[in-house]
């Protein structure tokens, strides 16, 4: 019974399917996180800062979490979803 079957290949399909099951529910808790991120609490983070290079930094991280082109397409996911 499956003299001839390559096990190797079934791994390998199955571990790519199971890594893109694994990066699509990445993105979706990302997007969940966003979305609870990007509500009003979001601009209390930005009334906290007095110090000016406080706030350069505030936008620099800020900066780079959306410059992640993972960060935006989990975004524009959560959005249309």
Do not use: C, E
Request: glycine fraction near 8%; aromatic fraction near 12%.
């Amino acid at each position: 019974f499956l003299s001839g079957v390559n096990y190797l290949k079934i791994f390998l399909i199955i571990f790519v399917f199971f890594n893109i099951w694994v990066f699509l529910l990445v993105l979706s808790i990302m997007g969940t996180s966003f979305k609870l991120l990007g509500g009003k609490d979001s601009a209390k983070m930005f009334d906290v800062v007095d110090n000016p290079i406080s706030g350069v930094m505030i936008g620099i991280l800020a900066t780079v979490l959306v410059q992640s082109s993972s960060t935006t397409t989990s975004i524009i996911i959560s959005l249309v979803g």
